[in-house]
């Protein structure tokens, strides 16, 4: 008996069509201040100093590291 290539359907599927795309990818709007990059629904903060965007998840940083601000914790 004469030994059968066989192959998944998946794998004739990816040959003949390429990898699906299994993740919708969100849409870019930019980069930050950092470099980091910004999706559409990103919550974002604008210095209107410098025109810079930070993503607000940076803004703690953003501020100490700009305007020298400083976070503590009350005692």
């Known amino acids: 008996m004469p030994k059968e290539d066989i192959e998944h359907q998946v794998i004739s599927q990816t040959i003949k069509t390429g990898y699906p795309n299994l993740v919708a990818q969100p849409e870019h709007a930019g980069i930050d201040f950092y470099g980091h990059e910004i999706l559409i629904g990103d919550s974002i903060v604008m210095d ?4 810079e965007i930070v993503l607000k998840e940076n803004l703690e940083g953003y501020l100490s590291e700009v305007y020298g601000f400083s976070f503590k914790k009350a005692e």
């Not at 209107?48 to 025109?51: A, E, V």
Request: aromatic content about 0%; cysteine-free; charged content about 0%.
């Open 48 to 51: 209107p100093s410098t025109g």
